[in-house]
């Protein structure tokens, strides 16, 4: 296998399309559910929890940037005990990852556009999609991430622009009506879609920058730029829907899209503005695809990850159909179950790392110290 | 040569994936829904759709045999039901993205429009953008069969309209299904709808002979505003108390209103711009609503002699009276809902839960029948007239005898 460099640009737009990813559809209704007018307090309160996460997460990387994550786990939980644990953590993210993420993008599709569409039909071709970039390499994806970055930005900021004359500043207000109580748990719910998953980046990006010593510096950045892109898009729901409106539907984003109109003249244009979701979606399901195939490829010593894309690509598809039986089990599931799955895996694992780090390196002062008094 | 095939294989593939959606449907297989209205008739919904035909939209030579438009209706126990039950006469399938207007008729408002609107906002085809309006003193079938000027198509004629007066004479608004959903939603206000009603001959008004006169004998008029209390019609705003209510609920663009001139006469005052502000108190643990109207306008007409206005201080008189007469307007209407219908159709409630979130917490569930029905406001007016039109003192003063 060749070995993969990036540059550091391409790792911030990588990340912060991998923070908007399908956090940008799903978040302002979830989190306007649970905190009303305040939501965009709770995204705020999120994102700065969410940097200490992600502080967590990067702390090993800073130090030792060339080793990835599947290889500290077996660094440190030795050889068995770290593969079965790599698998699992493989497992249950691809299953919770690319999985749902694929199959959001063909929910989405029939609720809003193809009503009658087969979600097969969708799910396959976006899921070709896929398996193409990550056997293409993390190179292609990032030079495609850096083409289609600015065309996501631009339909992002003319949304935002026309979307201007449509705010109604009292939407936002009374301010903490129900108190400070509701924002914990909105904010670890935009924490668990947007930023606890960022552990996936921690299998992709050690060794695979050309600076490797300043790569958490770009992970950080762009995971700025992605929040700031959530903030913006949580506190356009809530001034120009309302939070009633917000909560109440499946995609408020797409809502809001449709709301534009100006003069009569520039109106019923969400489906151009779908394409930025199809971009920022696109990049989610292939950086977790990647990491997995990756992944494994580590974990069973295959030189080279590309013969497995095809085969994950198909159970990929396969799963994503059947993934959710229906919309209100998917509802339950981000609320209830991915939650703390993301942070048990994307929280207390890296800190269980860091701690056996922590241990392992003072251990063998120890066993010196006792060596030399006995 | 396996490259080659696979390349064959994955054009094959991809052609047949790409080739098209299930659902696609071209222009010339959808009938397009212009206007929608929903009739309560015997327990059951009747739906009618006004469907726009295209041929006769886009030609320029006027006419032809064909109505600019045509109507479909079907009965059914759901709305939904009744809209796929239509395509028994209709040769295409109904189509609503394009839906400018949504009529329910009385019976349909005073039976709950709520179970109707679950449907507008569920479906994907609906865009949040047209207006509800509740027709009075007719179905919404018969409403929709009206032949109109101008616009040739009559759902667009109401959509115009509706905007046109909403800005230039404040009556009427423009309420779309989200907004319609948050009042309904929030526990400080009850929604408001505008009222449409056909004026004059209703037999001729569904005719050509309608519009082949210059003089229309049926028309489709707004009128008055639909008071609800929650999803359910509870009683009809004037034309005068509508106006003063859209004046309070602060969104009033442009009107015009007058005073009495000191002699005979009135002067004609044309508003420009108004803003109103609403705000809470709690006076010794009672509620009291502060509501504060800026307004701006000029002198469109002065129709008795003796009126200096080349003088401050007559202007400032002006304003004075204009706020005077205003104030006791406003608070008529206020009045008058407090004890007629005793439903917050203002807001006031609203604007509690904004300013003080605590005490509308213990306030929200007693707010209609407690609190609103005997609520203390305290309405200021600030009139301030700026220019006098195209010329100073009226020409009325120097009529000679």
Redesign the interface.
Known sequence: MHVVKISLRQVSILTALYTIGSAILIVPSGMASIAKQDAWIACLAGSGLGFIILAVQLQLFRKHPEANLMQWTEKLFGKWIGKTVNLLLLLTLFLGGPATVLHEIGIFMT????????IQ?II??FGALAVLGVRLGLEVLARAAEMLFPWFLLLFLSMSILLLSEIHW?HA??I???GISPIFPAALSFVSIAFLPHIVLMVIFPGAVNRSAEAYKAVYIGSLVGAAALFLIIGLSILV??P??TA?NMYPSY?LA??I?IGNFL??IEAVMAVMWFITLFFRISLYFYAIAIGISQVFHIKNYQPLVMPLGWILAAVSVFIYPNVPFKLQWDATIWVPYTITVGFLFPLVLLILHGLRKMLPKKSKKQSDSA | MKRILALILLHIVVTL??SG???RRELNELAIAVAAGVDWVDDRYRLTVQVAIPGQVTSKKSGGPQAPATLYTAEGDTIFEASRRMTQVSPRKIYF?HLRMFLMDEAMAREGIAKVLDLL?RD?EF???FYLVITRGATAEETLKIMTQMETIPANKLYESLQTSEKAWSASMTVTL?EL??DL??SGKHPVLTGLIITGDRDIGRTRKNVENIDTPGQLKYSGLAVFKLDKLIGWLNEKDSRNYRLISGDVKSSVSFIPCKNEGKIIIETLRTDSKLKGRIVESRPEMDIRINMEGNIGAVECSGLDLSEPATVRELEAEMEENLKRSLESVVDKVQSKFKVDIFGFGEAF???H?REWKEMEKTWNERYFPNLKTNIHVDYKIRRTGTTNDTFLNDIKE
């Not at chain 1, 609720?111 to 087969?118: F, S, V």
């Open positions: 609720i809003q556009m193809l009503p009658e569409t087969p039909a396959f071709l009292e207000t009374p903490l009506e129900s829907l309302g009633d409106i109440r809502m449709k709301k109109n109106q019923r | 994936l790409l959606c299930w659902n993205s906002s994907h865009r949040p953008d989200d959903i948050n939603t929030s839960r904004r300013s979130p």
